[in-house]
C-alpha cells in the first residue's frame, strides 16, 4: 500500500478494498470487492442505503441483488457521468447524480501530468514483440529516458511516498510501478524482457534519489 492508502486503512470506521495491478498497470479485483460487500451488507440487514461511486457494468448484479433486500442504491458519478457510467447500472439505480468540476475541486486537485510524444516504430506485430540484437540498444536508451521521464513527473508527496516505502521495502512501490511498466512498455511497442525491468527499475531509484538528494 502506498502511505496515502495506509493512513486510510489506519482510519475508524474505513474499511479499505484493495485489488491489484497488472503488468500493464490496470487496477484489478475491486469491482468483485464492490459486489461482495452489497450482497453481504444488504444480506446482513446492516445497510439501507447505498452511495456507489462506480460507472462500470461489473457492480449490477450486486446493485440488483441488494436491492432484492430493500437497499435503495444510489449511484454517484463524475461530470460528465453519462459518458463514463454503463447506461444500464445508472437504469438500475434508484437515483443518480454527478459532481461537477467545482465540487470535486474542494477536496481534490488535479494533477497535471506530462505526456511525451510518442515515436513511431515501423515494424511488424512479430518483430516488435521481441527486441533483437539490432534494437537493444536503441530500446535500452528508450527505457532509460522512460525512467528519467517518469521520475520528472512525481510530485513532492510522490517523493515522500517513496522514502517512506523504502523504510521497510525495497524497489519501486506496487502504485507506481505499473504504471511506470505501462509507459515504458508503450514507448518500446513491446512487454519489456526481465533484464530490461530490472534496468528500468533501478534507473527509477537512481533517479528519485538523485532528485530527493537535490
Known sequence: MSADQTAIADMDDIKLRLGFI???????????LIVTDLIELARQRAISEVVLLSGDEDVRVGVQIAQNYGVR??????????????????????????WDKLTVEKFLSLRSVHQPAMTAI???????AVPTAETADDDNGLIIAAACSFVADLQEADLQ????????NRGVPPEFDGRLLAQTAEKIS???????????????REEVTKRREG
Open 22 to 32: 497488472n503488468g500493464q498497470g490496470q487496477q484489478k479485483g475491486v469491482d468483485s
Open 190 to 204: 513491446r512487454r519489456l524482457e526481465k533484464a530490461e525491468m530490472r534496468v528500468l527499475r533501478s534507473r527509477f
Open 161 to 168: 511516498a517513496i522514502e517512506i516505502f523504502w523504510k521497510d
Open 73 to 98: 442504491v444510489h449511484l454517484l458519478g463524475i461530470h460528465p457521468a453519462r459518458g463514463s457510467q454503463s447506461p444500464t447500472l445508472r437504469q438500475e439505480a434508484d437515483t443518480t447524480s454527478e
Open 122 to 128: 515501423a515494424a511488424s506485430p512479430a518483430k516488435a
